[in-house]
């Protein structure tokens, strides 16, 4: 009797030590619900302004100033003249775009000092959101109670595309409808994008990458990773395409800058777009990631990546040709590495599996929920095991196609030459038009280096030919007895898609009749069996699956509300705008340390090392520091703070977005987490992952005081220490 009392209290301590509610700054809210959802305990920790004051569409309010920065990352505007703020690794490949060797703006920054000095940007976007509306009902209301899964496709499909019609009609505006709580719910974003989006100013990469690799996803952090932008309007204020007419958008709202900083315990928000979250996947799932996915990913990144910093590290035109692509490799590279780390150590797989485990004991003891419940954990499992190795496929696919040699790419765009020159319909006008295009890019030659280009190829091809479950190749494109090294060899020789002389020529002296030579290129050739392999095998098959999968998650997602209600569910980061809230804190990243929660200038010079290209500063800023000439800008104790962490739950996407104050003002832009917290686009813990964010005033300083652009400055309104 006595052993079964212990054994009912073990267990109830067990329910309640799994199932504990959110940890308090856990998850990313959807603007438009914070009153109903979160705006009391963001009160409780010391917010001051409204909901209304975040999310309003009867007013003017701070959701004004949050300008989704070409769809990846987020900015904020500072100025009724339309300047917005960004972070320096989200301007980057503008910033490279506009450098040459003679005007390096990368490696010198770049400072406009009028508005027609402004650089414009084609091609980029910069989208602010009007209105956020929930059509679930509207998209759902009619579908039949036992509608199969293609059919709900088939009716989501259907009512999506009225509403955004109707949503937009009349207007200037764009609208799109994402689903949430994986199907959920539905919400519509009717939106304002603009397009004449000008680069205004960057520090050089020696600040605005301080740190480097080495120092990303780290804590302590010094970098200055902030550029700055202007968009454009016509002159009814509206969006348009690049001209020389345009003028400075006057925004709806811009966020006051506040130069009082931050002190440990302060309340603040990070409103953003943060990109993608994983929070809801299953401990088999978790499992798959350690196992699995993220194993395969850093083989293949660790491939190209020693290449590409070799070759970057021997000569200076390569390091501007790649620096773009390097980071976009590397990046993600660390992030994996550190997600593999934290979900271990935090046990992720364990903990998951006890709330999967309370959530079936639950479930097994109510029939109405074992009915429509029961079998949803086991079939989410049955179905990762079928589509297991087409998704790695997939994933290798990915890394190689998309990640690795650019030749299969580049090569790869030209299938649509081959398809006009053969189809008899197509007027030679038109093919000529479609050539004289393609010269007009060749500007891709500019970045490019057909040998690192090959050594990218031969260090990645073996992994990426061992993880395909399908030959990929096809009979005549590798000889008899040729190794895949020899393979890649005789590829880069032969294929005029890897050398701008022989691509041109081909394409000046074209006639339709020669698509044949495009079609016996090894360049185009391996690129079409890799893609063709995965249009006509991986794709369909991880197709086939993805109806079941999608009502798996649906069903799961909606069971674990109702079985385990205690919990506060909030949807998975799906690239729309979302307000999470946290506090200025340190954390103890590893045992017998504490982390404080910012850093200051003397860390920067600290790190100083002129013989490091990571930590190489320019001379200026040793000068500021000696005269300790911070200004305005120094924090109350006299120094100059340079970054802060706090526990906003946060994601890539997040780049950029403002960090604002308990009473709405802008202190910073959040720009990278913690090595600690990379596992939160998985798991969340409150106790140690942490968001990095610039402090304003070092932006500010950096802008005013290092490169004399105080007109910058005097654009924004500023909000003075109260003392
Ligand atoms: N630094 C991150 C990135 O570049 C963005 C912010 C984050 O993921 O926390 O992806």
């Not at 900015?75 to 003679?102: F, M």
């Not at 016509?234 to 506040?258: G, I, Q, R």
Request: aromatic fraction near 12%; charge should be negative; hydrophobic fraction near 35%.
């Amino acid at each position: 009797m006595k052993n079964q009392i212990v054994g009912t209290i073990m267990c109830f301590s067990l329910i309640f030590s799994t199932i504990h509610p959110l940890s308090a700054t856990e998850g990313m809210w959807i603007p438009s619900m914070i009153k109903k959802m979160v705006a009391g305990d963001m009160n409780a920790m010391g917010m001051k302004i409204s909901a209304d004051d975040l999310y309003s569409i009867n007013q003017s309010c701070i959701k004004d100033a949050v300008v989704h920065f070409n769809g990846g990352c987020t900015s904020v505007l500072v100025s009724d003249k339309g300047l917005l703020l960004t972070n320096h690794h989200c301007g980057y490949s503008r910033i490279q775009a506009h450098s040459s060797l003679e005007n390096n703006y990368l490696k010198d920054g770049f400072w406009a000092s009028g508005l027609d000095k402004e650089l414009s940007n084609p091609g980029m976007n910069a989208s602010i959101i009007k209105e956020i509306r929930d059509v679930t009902d509207a998209i759902l209301g009619e579908l039949p109670e036992n509608a199969t899964e293609a059919e709900r496709a088939a009716l989501v499909k259907i009512k999506s595309a009225e509403l955004v019609e109707s949503a937009i009609d009349g207007t200037h505006y764009q609208a799109y409808i994402r689903p949430f709580y994986f199907g959920n719910q539905y919400l519509i974003f009717i939106t304002e994008v603009f397009e004449d989006v000008r680069l205004v100013g960057a520090p050089p990469s020696s600040i605005g990458k301080y740190g480097y690799d080495t120092d990303n996803w780290v804590w302590p952090r010094h970098t200055g990773d902030f550029s700055v932008f202007r968009i454009y309007a016509n002159k009814d204020n509206k969006p348009a395409e690049y001209s020389e007419e345009n003028v400075p958008f006057k925004p709806a709202y811009h966020l006051p800058v506040s130069l009082e900083g931050v002190d440990e315990n302060d309340f603040t928000i990070v409103y953003g777009f943060p990109g993608r979250t994983d929070n809801y996947i299953t401990s088999n799932e978790v499992n798959d990631v350690l196992t699995k996915t993220n194993p395969m990913r850093l083989q293949m990144r660790e491939a190209s990546l020693g290449v590409i910093d070799a070759a970057m590290r021997k000569d200076e035109l390569t390091k501007i040709q790649y620096a773009a692509k390097q980071s976009r490799i590397s990046n993600a590279y660390k992030k994996w590495i550190g997600q593999s780390k934290g979900l271990i150590r935090h046990e992720a797989v364990s903990k998951k599996d006890s709330i999967e485990r309370v959530f079936q004991e639950r479930v097994n003891a109510k029939p109405e929920w074992s009915d429509a419940y029961g079998g949803v954990l086991l079939d989410i499992s049955a179905l990762d095991t079928k589509t297991q190795h087409h998704s790695m496929s997939r994933n290798f696919f990915i890394e190689f196609f998309y990640m690795g040699p650019e030749v299969l790419r580049f090569a790869g765009g030209f299938s649509e030459l081959v398809e006009l020159s053969k189809n008899k319909e197509v007027a030679d006008e038109e093919i000529d038009k479609w050539v004289a295009n393609k010269l007009s890019k060749m500007g891709y030659f500019k970045n490019y280096d057909a040998q690192v280009d090959e050594d990218i190829m031969k260090a990645q091809i073996n992994y990426f030919i061992e993880g395909q479950p399908l030959a990929i190749f096809t009979k005549d494109m590798r000889k008899k007895n040729e190794d895949l090294a020899g393979f890649t060899d005789r590829l880069y020789a032969e294929s005029m898609f890897v050398s701008e002389v022989s691509i041109r020529s081909f394409l000046e002296g074209y006639s339709r009749n020669k698509y044949k030579k495009i079609e016996k290129d090894m360049g185009y050739m391996f690129s079409k069996n890799i893609s063709s392999h995965y249009m006509d095998v991986t794709r369909p098959a991880l197709m086939e699956f993805a109806p079941t999968q999608d009502s798996l998650m649906r069903v799961w997602m909606a069971a674990q509300m109702e079985v385990i209600p205690e919990k506060t569910y909030y949807p998975d980061a799906n690239g729309t705008l979302r307000i999470t809230f946290g506090k200025v804190e340190g954390y103890p990243p590893f045992d017998a340390a504490e982390y404080a929660h910012f850093t200051t200038l003397e860390g920067v010079m600290e790190k100083e090392d002129p013989t490091n290209p990571e930590y190489n500063l320019p001379p200026k800023m040793r000068e500021l520091y000696n005269a300790k000439d911070y200004g305005q800008y120094a924090h109350e104790t006299g120094e100059m703070r340079v970054c802060f962490i706090a526990s906003n739950h946060t994601s890539g996407g997040n780049s950029g977005s403002p960090v604002i104050n308990a009473k709405g003002e802008l202190i910073g832009l959040n720009f990278d987490r913690t090595w600690e917290s990379t596992m939160s686009d998985i798991m969340f813990n409150s106790s140690i992952c942490r968001n990095i964010s610039i402090d304003i005033r070092y932006v500010l300083f950096i802008m005013d005081k290092f490169a004399g652009a105080d007109h910058l400055v005097k654009e924004m309104d500023l909000v003075s220490a109260a003392k």
